[in-house]
């Protein structure tokens, strides 16, 4: 599984950075390839000061070894090896009408001192965070999540946008990062679903991305803005950037496990505000966006 997985990241990530310079037109990802000392490494593809894209990456990395510390604490067991694997990726456009997008799409097992498998599970998902509120860009990137998510169980997609809009709240702020999207984790192998099973799900997802976003960039990515709309999403940046570094969990968990620094920051955009006490105009498309903010909508 762990092969046949991390083959279908590599494939994928330059699937995407592909539609990704597609749609810039003129940036094109540099890529960097890294070791971790304790096993294994990556490869990270970063995209800046394009046209469309201001700064992007697309991850992926396979890492083994002795279970951290942290881990062995989170996961309630001794000492133990492990392995992951796993795609991510963010976007942050130049243009404030077209929305940053994250994406996750991740394996991870455990072995015993035999390096039998004992644990292994997938997790991953993809949100949305716009700036201004196109209702129909929003309606765009669910259904194409549920159209993913219908080819396994028409159960899945209620259930994991539940998990999103739960997972990606700034509780510190009483609002939702984004308009939210998918979010699973620990999908282990049960009566119902094998672990085939759940490749073929998370695989859905993973090749759903470029369909959910780039029809969103080429629609937005064109539109005049002025100067305050900057302002805006720059404000706007800094609560993502709050989020990263107070409630993320890989981010956290990267930050403590000697991960590597520049991929795990990779997330955060170059230029962001923190303006003290901001509230927008009454009535003004940067309230209207507040307002959907301020608790999940169904947008199917």
């Not at 994406?103 to 455990?110: G, P």
């Not at 860009?137 to 999540?145: E, L, V």
């Amino acid at each position: 599984m762990k092969d046949q997985f991390y083959q279908y990241i590599q494939n994928l990530q330059d699937q995407i950075c592909k539609g990704l310079e597609a749609v810039d037109g003129r940036a094109k990802f540099r890529e960097d390839l890294w070791e971790r000392p304790e096993g294994g490494g990556g490869r990270t593809r970063v995209i800046e000061n394009g046209t469309v894209f201001e700064k992007g990456g697309v991850n992926i990395s396979a890492v083994h070894g002795k279970l951290p510390e942290a881990m062995q604490k989170l996961f309630n067991v001794g000492e133990a090896d492990f392995f992951a694997c796993g795609l991510s990726l963010v976007l942050h456009p130049k243009n404030p009408m077209v929305p940053t997008v994250h994406a996750n799409w991740r394996y991870f097992e455990m072995y015993d001192e035999n390096k039998n498998v004992i644990q292994q599970w997938f997790g991953g998902g993809q949100d949305l965070t716009p700036y201004y509120l196109f209702e129909e860009d929003a309606i765009h990137f669910h259904q194409t999540c549920k159209t993913a998510c219908n080819k396994d169980n028409p159960e899945f997609y209620p259930k994991y946008k539940k998990q999103c809009d739960a997972y990606f709240w700034n509780s510190h702020r009483n609002e939702a990062r984004g308009i939210g999207g998918l979010f699973f984790d620990y999908c282990k192998a049960t009566d119902a679903m094998s672990m085939q099973d759940w490749y073929n799900f998370v695989t859905e997802v993973g090749d759903s991305f470029l369909e959910a976003y780039v029809p969103i960039v080429e629609k937005r990515k064109d539109l005049s803005y002025t100067a305050e709309n900057r302002t805006w999403q720059e404000i706007r940046r800094g609560r993502y950037v709050e989020f990263n570094l107070v409630h993320d969990k890989g981010t956290l968990f990267g930050l403590k496990t000697n991960g590597r620094i520049e991929s795990i920051l990779m997330s955060l955009p170059p230029h962001v505000q923190w303006v003290y006490d901001h509230h927008p105009e009454k009535g003004s498309e940067e309230e209207k966006l507040l307002k959907v903010l301020e608790k999940p909508i169904d947008w199917l």
